[in-house]
Structure formats: structure tokens, C-alpha cells
């Protein structure tokens, strides 16, 4: 995205930003999940994640099953659902609540699920009762009993003060109190003594490059279309950690942010789309479970005009793994709007012709449209992960035995480790040799690992073959002799002697990337 591409320069940005550059991106008031509490479970979650309600027949009735923990957490949760709606008919089976149900119905859309919910009617004792419903349940019970939704921000607050903040707001607090007890006063005045300390963590590496798009701009002589990309740490209080790397609080980020004329936007949107898109497919043993899903019109932010996510189908369903959206020209709009600096781009001769070789008269200065690919390398290095493990039925060189063969079939490129260099046997005799490969994998800038622990060859094969080694190299007593020495691939895991001097050169071509 960078280093192959002529219009695409590379730049890091400072992690701790400014209150102003989220006020001018609009992070301070809209960078928000909507979060959603259970009456029952009092777990909280993200409305937009949470799946529907679940309705199950039984014994020719409709009921909408809850599931419990224990059977005295059923029992509490049966006495607060009869608290919560009186004269509701339920009953309790072990650890699991069922309510049976006359009808329930869906909101009329996701956009108006707030304030047009649909209703799930229960039977009652003497009457059927009401509940709203809006479109999704507690994830891990399917109960419906939930609070309505309030919008969290998703920004680490911190602050760069000499003065321990906490003494600051509990200086303030106590002042304070003694002249009101309005809470939202108290909290305005502690606001107001922290703004000036006030800082954020980024939650995307995006606006770090709207800020600095006129010095990336100038200082490297850039004229649209060209690109600044991005790789780098962001932060997100995510409420709900999901999946071991798939949704964490801290996580890495690679973004590109690629400036062109607002005319040409659409075509740039689909050359990134369908660019990136043969990226993900490239590395992977499966590509049929890569697959892009263009945003419905209510997914889309405000200032989108589209969006094509690529999602990968993780063991637990389908995850975004990256967005190519066409940003527009907001970003830069809102920062020139805020700082008082233009940011825009003013055209040359040189602009006057076009792509197809017209020529225009007028120059113009316009603000450019961008074009933004934003993927997490977590979720990335997870679906890889995911896409490349299998087990293979081997016989085991230790025992004779059918065994299973973990395997990680990482692409070449992407395994942490290209080749693992290992003597036969550890002996004295062998090392020289087996270190002077080492080395000359090193010289050539790949990854090489020294294997010389006292276990078998077939051993350490394998623990190569679980952390996705392409090849292993061995050095034996024959090597010695004839200066050959033995590669074995991991897929295959076939055997061939090479000449030691074309070892090396052998394995750089393997890692060339044919598609470039």
C-alpha cells in the first residue's frame, strides 16, 4: 500500500490528541456505541451486536425460553419478571424460565427501533401483557427485559498535568458541595477545571492524517490522487471484549487515506475495494471465506457515500476485518472549518491534463474526497490464523502410531519464522556448518530460527509445522562431505537435497511475491 505504490507516502502520528482535533472530527459527540443494560442478567451490551429474540415451540405454544446460570438464579430472575410485568404466566424448569407468548412483533425498522419498538405479547393469568420490543435480546439469555439504550463514548479520556487530576476533581467536588448539590453543576465545574488538561487517546489513526494532510502534501510534492497511510496503535473502551483479539481495548491499525478529485470518487472507491479485497484473498488458504458486504443505507456515517466491508467467517460467524468507505470531503471540511487553516488543493499546469490526455484551460483548487481503507491487524493476524490451521493424520516417528499433525499453512509471507536451520543431531561437528547458514539467511534479510535442541529431527520438524515454518533446513554428516543439505517443506512435507550455496537463493525466490 505504500513502498509499491508511486502516490502513497507513509507517516505516524502522535497517540495523544488533542480535545480539539475530536471536537473537529465530531469524536467528542458521536463516537458512541449505543449500550443497552439487562434487568435481569444486569450485563451490559451494544444494541447493534445483540441478536434477536429467540421463540421456540413447545408443546403447541410459542414460548420464549430464558436461560439462567443456576436454578436459584432462574428463581430470583422468576419473582423480578413477575415485579416487571404483573400477571404474566411463566414457569420455571431447572435453570430455564419459559414464558409462553401470544404474538410478538418486530420494530417497522433498525432507524425507528428506538422510538417506534415493536411488542412481544405475553399470556397472562387474566390478560395478555405488553413488553416493547426493539429488535434484540441480552446475548447470552435471550431475555428481552432490558433497559433503553444511552450513548456511551468510545475515547480514552487521560490528562498532562503536574497536579494529580483525581486532586483537582476531589478539590472541586468538596468546594462545590457546599454551594449546590445539582450533581450535573458538580460535574460541570469539574469538567471546566480539567479541560485545559484534558487529552485522548486515539480511537483511529485517521485523523492523526487529516491534521498533517497539508504538510504530507506539500513537504512530498503530492498532487490527487495520492494517499498518506498509517500503522499504529489506537484505543477503544470497548464495553464488551469479544473473541480473544477480535474486539480488545487497545489494538493495532492500518489505515490509508487516499485524496482524490471529487469528481473520480466513485471509480477510486471500486479500484480500492477491489484491491484490497484481492489482498485478503491473496494470503489465504481459503478464500471462499473472505467475502465483501456493501453498508445498508443506516449503517452508513453521516457523511459516508458508501462503504464495502471485507468480513472473514470466524468459527462463531461472519467479522468485519477491514472498510474501504468513501469519507468525502468532511474530514478535511471540518478540521479547515475548526483550525482556520485551508485544506484544500490548488492545481497546477501540470493538473491540466487530464487522465485520458485532454487539456483543460482553468486551473481550480477544490477540496479533495477521500477515499479511506481501514483494517485491524489483530482481527487480520486472527483470520490468517484461523484460515491456516488444520490437522493433518501422520504416523508418528517416536511411536509408528497414527497421529494428528497440527499444522499452521501461514502464506510463506506472512510466517513469523521463514526457515528453521537445524543439525542433524547436535553435535560439535555440525554446528559450524549449521551456523554459517544461519548467517547467510540473515545477510538476505530473512527470518531464520536455530533449531539445535537434543530432541529428534522429526520433533522439531513438527514444532515448525505448528507455528507455520515454510521450511526446514538440516544439516547432517553428509553435508559435510558434499556440501548438500536437506529441505523439507511444511505443506508437503517432501524432502530434496540442495547444494548449500543455492539454499538461500532458492528460498528468496519462494517468498517473492508473484503477484505484484
Given at each position: 500500500m505504500v513502498y509499491k505504490k508511486d502516490n502513497v507516502v507513509g507517516v505516524d502520528t502522535s497517540i495523544i490528541t488533542p480535545p480539539g482535533v475530536f471536537k473537529a472530527s465530531g469524536h467528542l459527540e458521536s463516537f458512541t456505541d449505543a449500550l443497552v443494560d439487562c434487568k435481569l442478567t444486569?450485563?451490559?451490551?451494544?444494541?447493534?451486536?445483540?441478536?434477536?429474540?429467540?421463540v421456540i415451540e413447545k408443546n403447541g405454544r410459542k414460548v420464549l425460553p430464558i436461560a439462567a446460570p443456576d436454578k436459584a438464579v432462574a428463581k430470583d430472575w422468576e419473582q423480578m419478571i413477575q415485579q416487571l410485568l404483573p400477571g404474566i404466566s411463566i414457569s420455571r424448569h431447572g435453570k430455564e424460565l419459559v414464558l409462553p407468548i401470544v404474538d410478538f412483533q418486530k420494530p417497522a425498522s433498525v432507524e425507528t427501533a428506538e422510538t417506534n419498538p415493536g411488542k412481544i405479547i405475553f399470556e397472562g393469568k387474566e390478560a395478555a401483557v405488553e413488553l416493547a420490543y426493539r429488535g434484540y435480546?441480552?446475548?447470552?439469555?435471550?431475555s428481552p427485559f432490558l433497559t433503553d439504550s444511552r450513548p456511551f463514548n468510545l475515547m480514552f479520556k487521560t490528562f498532562l498535568d503536574p497536579i494529580d487530576p483525581i486532586e483537582r476533581v476531589m478539590t472541586t467536588t468538596l468546594a462545590g458541595s457546599q454551594e449546590t448539590d445539582d450533581i450535573k453543576k458538580l460535574r460541570q465545574s469539574v469538567d471546566s477545571v480539567l479541560a485545559g488538561s484534558t487529552v485522548f487517546l486515539r480511537p483511529e489513526t485517521a485523523q492523526g492524517v487529516f491534521v498533517n494532510f497539508l504538510a504530507c502534501q506539500r513537504t512530498q510534492k503530492l498532487r490527487p490522487p495520492f494517499g498518506i497511510a498509517q500503522i499504529g496503535k489506537s484505543f477503544r473502551n470497548e464495553i464488551r471484549l469479544e473473541h480473544a483479539i477480535f474486539r480488545t481495548p487497545e489494538f493495532e491499525q492500518m489505515e490509508l487515506e487516499y485524496f482524490v478529485p471529487p469528481e473520480d470518487d466513485s471509480k477510486w472507491l471500486s479500484y480500492w475495494t477491489e484491491e484490497r479485497f484481492k489482498w485478503w484473498k491473496r494470503y489465504a488458504n481459503h478464500p471462499e471465506n473472505f467475502r465483501q458486504r456493501p453498508h445498508e443505507e443506516h449503517e452508513l456515517a453521516h457523511y459516508a457515500k458508501g462503504c464495502?466491508?471485507?468480513?472473514?467467517?470466524f468459527p462463531w460467524g461472519w467479522g468485519e476485518v477491514e472498510g474501504?468507505?468513501?469519507?468525502?470531503?468532511?474530514?478535511?471540511?471540518?478540521?479547515?472549518?475548526h483550525s482556520g487553516v485551508r485544506l484544500d488543493y490548488?492545481?497546477?499546469?501540470?493538473?491540466?491534463?487530464t487522465e485520458s490526455g485532454e487539456q483543460r484551460t482553468e486551473k481550480r483548487s477544490y477540496v479533495p474526497y477521500v477515499i479511506?481503507?481501514?483494517?485491524?491487524?489483530?482481527?487480520?493476524?486472527?483470520?490468517?490464523?484461523v484460515d491456516a490451521y488444520s490437522e493433518d493424520s501422520v504416523i508418528d516417528p517416536t511411536t509408528g502410531k497414527s497421529a494428528k499433525r497440527p499444522l499452521l499453512r501461514l502464506h510463506p509471507q506472512l510466517a513469523p519464522i521463514k526457515v528453521a536451520v537445524m543439525p542433524l543431531m547436535p553435535k560439535p561437528e555440525l554446528m559450524p556448518l549449521t551456523k554459517q547458514l544461519v548467517k547467510a539467511f540473515r545477510r538476505e534479510r530473512i527470518n531464520v530460527r536455530l533449531e539445535d535442541q537434543n530432541l529428534k529431527i522429526g520433533k522439531r520438524y513438527y514444532r515448525h509445522d505448528e507455528i507455520g515454518t515454510p521450511w526446514c533446513v538440516t544439516v547432517?554428516?553428509?553435508?559435510?562431505?558434499?556440501?548438500m543439505i536437506t529441505i523439507r517443506d511444511r505443506d508437503t512435507m517432501e524432502q530434496k537435497r540442495v547444494d548449500i550455496e543455492g539454499v538461500v537463493k532458492m528460498v528468496k525466490e519462494k517468498l517473492t511475491d508473484v503477484d505484484e
Open positions: 444486569k450485563e451490559r451490551f451494544r444494541a447493534d451486536k445483540a441478536p434477536p429474540l429467540t435480546v441480552e446475548p447470552n439469555s435471550n464495502v466491508d471485507v468480513e472473514y467467517k474501504v468507505a468513501n469519507r468525502g470531503d468532511y474530514d478535511l471540511k471540518q478540521h479547515s472549518e490548488s492545481e497546477d499546469s501540470k493538473d491540466l491534463i479511506e481503507s481501514s483494517c485491524g491487524l489483530n482481527r487480520a493476524l486472527l483470520a490468517y490464523l547432517d554428516y553428509q553435508s559435510l562431505e558434499d556440501n
